[in-house]
T-cell receptor, first 115, second 115 residues
Framework: GAVVSQHPSRVICKSGTSVKIECRSL??????MFWYRQFPKQSLMLMAT?????????EQGVEKDKFLINHASLTLSTLTVTSAHPEDSSFYIC???????????FGPGTRLTVT | AQSVTQLGSHVSVSEGALVLLRCNYS??????LFWYVQYPNQGLQLLLK??????LVKGINGFEAEFKKSETSFHLTKPSAHMSDAAEYFC?????????????FGKGTHLIIQP
């Protein structure tokens, strides 16, 4: 149980375009979803926390107008990278938590490459 | 603010040898501690967690970790390494258990298994 999926697994986009990444909790309801960013050979950095039906809370230094997060339902959160630049190229990982004590369940990640 | 320090970005052991991955934390409140494993281009898999119950925590794949408050440590061990253990390992901390707040990750330790 407690499976989180992400779509797409890999995406390549051109500089200046926008790309949307979906995160779904398949067999549980995630009151809270988290978005992390991982640069090559580095750790995961929390970008934002989203609660269903409310605005996301962004970590310091993360541009909320660039990384748009929507948590429309208890099973779906989306991250839209707007006006993507090559420096936005990274591995984006979501996780679901909330009603599950002590644990976050992580998605498989999305590799974004901006050319 | 909470933080995690993982000593050694790379650890190499022989197959069958003891695995020891070090993690020290800082937290203003009693922490919840986690170890995750990440295989290349994949998401995170939870190995084990400490949630203020038993200080010796057993996880999956033969791994265990011991919470030592006096040393602010949560080192990960496995008695006998297997080739399939080769991966990136992350220690993480949370003040609230991880369900409602994002996790703070260490920089990771790349475990190499020598045949």
């Amino acid at each position: 149980g407690a499976v989180v999926s992400q779509h797409p697994s890999r995406v390549i986009c051109k500089s200046g375009t926008s790309v949307k990444i979906e995160c779904r909790s398949l067999d549980f309801q995630a009151t809270t979803m988290f978005w992390y960013r991982q640069f090559p050979k580095q750790s995961l950095m929390l970008m934002a926390t989203s609660n269903e039906g409310s605005k996301a809370t962004y970590e310091q230094g993360v541009e909320k107008d660039k990384f748009l997060i929507n948590h429309a339902s208890l099973t779906l959160s989306t991250l839209t990278v707007t006006s993507a630049h090559p420096e936005d190229s990274s591995f984006y990982i979501c996780s679901g938590g909330g009603n599950l004590p002590y644990e976050q369940y992580f998605g498989p990640g999305t590799r974004l490459t901006v050319t | 603010a909470q933080s995690v320090t993982q000593l050694g970005s790379h650890v190499s052991v022989s197959e069958g040898a003891l695995v020891l991955l070090r993690c020290n934390y800082s937290s203003s409140v009693p922490p919840y501690l986690f170890w995750y494993v990440q295989y290349p281009n994949q998401g995170l898999q939870l190995l084990l967690k400490y949630t203020s119950a038993a200080t010796l925590v057993k996880g999956i794949n033969g791994f265990e970790a011991e919470f030592k408050k006096s040393e602010t440590s949560f080192h990960l061990t496995k008695p006998s390494a297997h080739m399939s253990d080769a991966a990136e390992y992350f220690c993480a901390v949370s003040d609230s258990g991880g369900g409602a707040d994002g996790l703070t990750f260490g920089k990771g330790t790349h475990l190499i298994i020598q045949p």
